[in-house]
């Protein structure tokens, strides 16, 4: 119905409402959720987040390359090296920071859009398949190592004793690589959670709206 470059429009004001009746609404309803859960929390949306990951982990390790060879340097050829380095770095870490930054900022619509079509009704037929809490799980396990991971290379790795008589450009290194992990998993985490979160508010907890059709099928005002 939507390409996955498209985000579906918000449900339509109650004065220009055109559904026929509730089953209409309730389809309608159906189809966007699932095109915008599987947006928000689909197992590609979890592998596309770590491919970023990986690519500013490629870019940062690179940078942190060219801080070794410029703490070894001894000649103009081998600076040179580390500027071209760096470079490559540069050009691996941004745009995958950049994209990152955008997902997060189509996942804050993509909940927008959750909460106004959710709370049109309720189905708790068909809501059964938008909770997916299997792969919020996976979400949530797979962040949190990940998270691990980088507060540990962040904190532990650079305070031991070995890594305090390295040089400065392999300490940078290390930390920079257990950021990029530590931000990674954040979102990861912030994502399961607030799928959850909706879950429980709209699918399960929330009261149920004042319906927008009688028995009969004509529209309440």
């Known amino acids: 119905m939507f390409s996955r470059a498209q985000l579906p429009p918000p449900p339509p004001p109650v004065e220009i409402r055109t559904w026929p009746d509730r089953e209409a609404l309730l389809t309608d309803r159906a189809v966007v959720l699932g095109e915008l859960v599987k947006m928000h929390v689909s197992p590609g949306r979890l592998v596309a987040l770590w491919l970023w990951g990986a690519l500013c982990a490629v870019g940062w390790s690179l940078v942190g390359a060219a801080l070794i060879t410029f703490e070894e340097t001894y000649d ?66 797979m962040s949190f190592t990940l998270c691990a991971l980088g507060l540990y290379a962040c904190i532990a790795v650079p305070a031991t004793a070995e890594a305090a008589q390295d040089s400065f450009g392999l300490v940078a290194l290390v930390t920079g690589l257990g950021m990029t992990g530590w931000n990674i998993g954040l979102i990861g985490i912030i994502k399961a959670f607030a799928h959850r979160r909706w879950v429980l508010r709209v699918l399960i907890g929330a009261p149920a709206p004042e319906p927008l059709f009688s028995v009969g099928g004509g529209a309440h005002r």
């Open 76 to 141: 103009v050829f081998s600076a040179l090296l580390g500027v071209i380095v760096a470079v490559m770095g540069a050009c691996c870490a941004v745009p995958a920071i950049v994209f990152v930054v955008i997902g997060l900022r189509r996942d804050q619509e993509i909940r927008r859009l959750l909460g106004a079509w959710g709370q049109l009704d309720r189905d708790p037929v068909r809501d059964v398949q938008l909770r997916m809490p299997g792969v919020s799980l996976v979400w949530l396990l």
